[in-house]
């Protein structure tokens, strides 16, 4: 995804942007009160727990058909709707993920799961009654996933300042999805240019002990990574990454929604800059 044309000369375009939090990009003059090396650490400790091989197992878990949201569990769930339908294998939809992951999250047993729920937006809508009872009252936490689509055959610039706002909001948990066979997670963004995690792309663990200096993980995880950070997603390969524009917005709601009688025309507008309708 490339963004069109905008004005570098505002202060939006000065920062870097990773799930709400602001960093000053090096040799700038922009005060966010956390530097280059801040987003290293913050954006490297994302794909620490995501896409990486040879790392140990963190205790107490395991990759089981037991486990809650694994995905043993997913294509479970998803066979058992359609025997006839080989769950194995094909692409899903943002929004089959997600109503997938719901299922298992209200099946889940698990203590890790407990204070938890799922809620996915319909048609560009989120009735608050309907979020208070998923979210009992909220005292879960409350993960809201919007599914969207950006355009016919690829992402319409009217949508390019939408989605840097979004991507600014701290209870913003990213946006997922793509085209087919090659969706991705995007978690920010630095001018025109957005920061995506590649579940395709896998890189080997480091071990702790090499993160102890700045100098050492600046350098080591960018030796390790500089396939996963593109800033520099043009008109060419960058734009054919996200050629079918369907994507899915989460959210972390905890009581936001919390209110008395009607939502209020400014709670509205919030709504809809988040990409969906408050009913």
Not at 100 to 118: G, I, N, V, Y
Not at 176 to 188: N, V
Not at 237 to 253: A, C, I
Request: aromatic share 10%; glycine share 8%.
């Amino acid at each position: 995804m490339h963004f069109a044309n905008d004005d570098y000369s505002s202060d939006g375009f000065k920062r870097i942007v990773l799930l709400g939090l602001s960093y000053c990009p090096e040799d700038s003059d922009c005060d966010c009160g956390m530097d280059f090396i801040d987003f290293y650490r913050d954006y490297y400790t994302r794909i620490w727990i995501t896409y990486r091989t040879g790392m140990p197992a963190f205790s107490g878990t395991q990759d089981c058909p037991s486990a809650p949201l694994g995905i043993h569990r997913l294509v479970e769930i998803s066979s058992a709707d359609d025997p006839s339908k080989n769950a194995v294998g094909r692409w899903y939809a943002p929004s089959e993920v997600t109503s997938l992951m719901k299922r298992a999250l209200r099946q889940s047993a698990s203590p890790l799961t407990s204070d938890l729920s799922l809620m996915l937006a319909v048609d560009g809508r989120v009735i608050v009654g309907d979020a208070e009872r998923e979210s009992r009252a909220w005292a879960k936490r409350l993960l809201l996933f919007v599914p969207l689509r950006l355009g016919t055959s690829s992402v319409n610039p009217v949508y390019h300042d939408h989605i840097r706002h979004m991507l600014s909001l701290e209870s913003c948990l990213g946006i997922l999805g793509g085209k087919p066979d090659h969706s991705l997670y995007f978690i920010g963004y630095y001018g025109r240019n957005v920061i995506y995690l590649d579940p395709h792309v896998a890189h080997e663990y480091i071990p702790m002990s090499s993160w102890d200096e700045p100098s050492t993980t600046i350098d080591g995880a960018t030796e390790g990574h500089h396939q996963v950070v593109d800033v520099d997603l043009g008109p060419g390969e960058g734009s054919k990454r996200t050629r079918d524009p369907l994507f899915t917005v989460q959210y972390q709601e905890t009581t936001d929604f919390d209110y008395v009688g009607k939502a209020s025309e400014e709670e509205r507008r919030q709504a809809l800059e988040h990409g969906f309708e408050l009913l």
